[in-house]
Nanobody
């Protein structure tokens, strides 16, 4: 089970840190990802973190602004979002898959959270 938190209303240029708490399995063995879905749009991959080599990947739209991290001891993952823009407004989801390498394809992931709303607006 995965549960996101940290979403809220923030002004353009602001920052937010999303958290995802994992229960019922050990995050150590999983590659993880963050996805988002804006109204009227398909869910898209934002960032991911491979369990085997620590490689991270980001979509072009967030590269340089967002940072993914994980704390295997606490069984949590995070998404630090800086320089937020109105187009970042979406429901954000964390996901995990029992594989060595991560991807930004939602179909690759087996476990999902319920989502947290991020709204960027003045």
């Amino acid at each position: 089970q995965l549960e996101e938190s940290g979403g809220e209303l923030v002004q353009p240029g602001g920052s937010l840190r999303l958290s995802c708490a994992v229960s019922r399995f050990q995050l150590t063995y999983y590659s993880i990802g963050w996805f988002r879905q804006a109204p009227g749009r398909e869910r898209e991959g934002v960032s991911c973190f491979s369990r085997s080599n620590g490689r991270t990947d980001y979509s072009d739209s967030v590269k340089g602004r967002f940072t993914i991290s994980r704390d295997n001891a606490e069984n949590k993952m995070y998404l630090q979002m800086n320089a937020l823009r109105p187009e970042d407004t979406a429901v954000y989801y964390c996901a995990a898959k029992l594989e060595n390498l991560c991807s930004l394809q939602q179909s690759d992931y087996d476990d999902w959270g319920q989502g947290t709303q991020v709204t960027v607006s003045s």
